[in-house]
Nanobody, 127 residues
Framework: QVQLVESGGGLVQAGDSLRLSCAASGRTFSTYAMGWFRQAPGKEREFVAA??????????AYADSVKGRFTISRDGAKNTAFLQMNSLKPEDTAVYYC??????????????????WGQGTQVTVSS
């Protein structure tokens, strides 16, 4: 079992930056892959970014809408994953969730493949 707690959300203006954190506890963090998803009011949950690692190699994937602006990373020593969000836009407004799954050879974009979820953190970007 893995417990996830997100933090770092808030209200910012368009063009600003935020860094979300996802602190993991429970089973060995090094064996899991992580993902960030978001859900805006009235919309379906959507993929934002994902990361998996094997030894010193890291593999990432991003939604087209955030590619070049967002960066996913992890700190294994702190059992924490991060989502650095730059050049934020009003359309990035949503509740952001981190998720975890047993690591395999894929960088998973489907939210249904992640069994463990955090409670979410609100990100609001004003124009």
């Amino acid at each position: 079992q893995v417990q996830l707690v997100e933090s770092g959300g808030g209200l910012v203006q368009a063009g600003d930056s935020l860094r979300l954190s996802c602190a993991a506890s429970g089973r060995t963090f090094s064996t899991y892959a992580m993902g960030w998803f978001r859900q805006a009011p009235g919309k379906e949950r959507e993929f934002v970014a994902a990361i998996r690692w094997r030894g010193t190699e890291t593999y990432t994937a991003y939604a087209d809408s955030v590619k070049g602006r967002f960066t996913i990373s992890r700190d294994g020593a702190k059992n924490t994953a991060f989502l650095q969000m730059n050049s934020l836009k009003p359309e990035d407004t949503a509740v952001y969730y981190c998720a975890a799954r047993e690591s395999d050879s894929t960088v998973q974009r489907l939210w249904g493949k992640y069994p463990y979820w955090g409670q979410g953190t609100q990100v609001t970007v004003s124009s």
